[in-house]
């Protein structure tokens, strides 16, 4: 069974910026889209970004769109999330996820396969 693993999350002062990596363990991973959600303490998780795994389109949430880059590497297997101008209310658990089809989706029951989460806190 596959498997996908985030890091890159961390501690940053406002304005700062990090870049998620999310590594896709098996090739079957391979034709579908990929997404990055995030879980604040007490919320909802919420869709942050998404991308096909041929690269061609992407879609971001409003509230990161224009500081956040979703990009891929499918010969590596990983995608990527960079954030930049990072905000205290970006804070929370990011998680990446496989999507059960070809297309980009917001909607979290659209995903299969999660990976373990990775912590980002800004600080104001």
């Known amino acids: 069974q596959g498997q996908l693993v985030e890091s890159g999350g961390g501690l940053v002062q406002a304005g700062g910026s990090l870049r998620l990596t999310c590594a896709a363990s098996?090739?079957?991973?391979?034709?579908?889209?990929m997404g990055w959600f995030r879980q604040a303490p007490g919320k909802d998780r919420e869709f942050v970004a998404a991308?096909?795994?041929?690269?061609?389109?992407?879609d971001y949430a409003d509230s990161v769109k224009g500081r956040c880059t979703i990009s891929i590497n499918n010969a590596k297997n990983t995608v990527y999330l960079q954030m930049n101008s990072l905000k205290p209310e970006d804070t929370g658990v990011y998680y990446c996820?496989?999507?059960?089809?070809?297309?980009?989706?917001?909607?979290?029951?659209?995903?299969?396969?999660w990976g373990q989460g990775t912590q980002v806190t800004v600080s104001s």
């Open positions: 996820a496989r999507g059960r089809f070809l297309l980009a989706s917001r909607a979290p029951g659209d995903y299969d396969y």
């Open positions: 098996d090739r079957t991973f391979g034709s579908r889209a």
């Open positions: 991308i096909t795994w041929d690269g061609r389109n992407t």
